[in-house]
T-cell receptor, first 112, second 112 residues
Framework: KNQVEQSPQSLIILEGKNCTLQ??????????LRWYKQDTGRGPVSLTI?????NTKSNGRYTATLDADTKQSSLHITASQLSDSASYIC???????????FGGGTRLMVKP | DTAVSQTPKYLVTQMGNDKSIKCEQN?????MYWYKQDSKKFLKIMFS???????INETVPNRFSPKSPDKAHLNLHINSLELGDSAVYFC???????????FGPGTRLTVT
């Protein structure tokens, strides 16, 4: 069964600090992996997409990594800001029918 | 200039009623989707639809039906609403089914 597990479920950090969110998946075969940011009351917005051959990709203060061998991805946020407070969702495309499998998300709260 | 819009934003109704949620995208995308996000924040795909193919998640009750009057619209009809249908429903669209999806703001449905 295709699954995407994210950890931690929730995280509180102080403004200016760094943090790393984890995503482990069992989806096979693998097509790509996206990280989405979902602000409260809004729809998810794509941050990065990782394909099989990519190990690291950055988008501003967000850096995603992918280890396709161990089926793990991480999202590192540098110098966090209050506006980073949101849910971060890992989504993996692959498996039979090349479907999307969503993780449960990590709820990040950045405090001043 | 909203890319993906949904109406209404909030919907409160009683069990047994029939309701519809509308979705429109002005991105020229050819594929549209409906998702359900439950209280635990898991996003589950319900339908994906383009001009040629409707893909239904087999776990979706047949009380739910998507209707597409044209490429820019995919409405969600729900018959005989149940308490368990209470959730936030997101519409999304993409250019071709494998590409980045753009999400609408969501419709919070409450069934009493």
């Amino acid at each position: 069964k295709n699954q995407v597990e994210q950890s931690p479920q929730s995280l509180i950090i102080l403004e200016g600090k760094n943090c790393t969110l984890q995503c482990n998946y069992t989806v096979s075969p693998f097509s790509n992996l996206r990280w989405y940011k979902q602000d409260t009351g809004r729809g998810p917005v794509s941050l990065t997409i990782m394909t099989f051959s990519e190990n690291t990709k950055s988008n501003g203060r967000y850096t995603a990594t992918l280890d396709a061998d161990t089926k793990q991805s991480s999202l590192h946020i540098t110098a966090s800001q209050l506006s980073d407070s949101a849910s971060y969702i890992c989504v993996v495309r692959g498996g039979a029918g090349n479907m999307l499998t969503f993780g449960g998300g990590t709820r990040l709260m950045v405090k001043p | 200039d909203t890319a993906v819009s949904q109406t209404p934003k909030y919907l409160v109704t009683q069990m047994g009623n029939d309701k519809s949620i509308k979705c429109e995208q002005n991105l020229g995308h050819d594929t549209m989707y409906w998702y359900k996000q439950d209280s635990k924040k898991f996003l589950k795909i319900m339908f994906s639809y383009n001009n040629k193919e409707l893909i239904i998640n087999e776990t979706v009750p047949n009380r739910f039906s998507p209707k597409s009057p044209d490429k820019a619209h995919l409405n969600l009809h729900i018959n005989s609403l149940e308490l368990g249908d209470s959730a936030v429903y997101f519409c999304a669209s993409s250019h071709l089914s494998g590409n980045e999806q753009y999400f609408g703001p969501g419709t919070r449905l409450t069934v009493t």
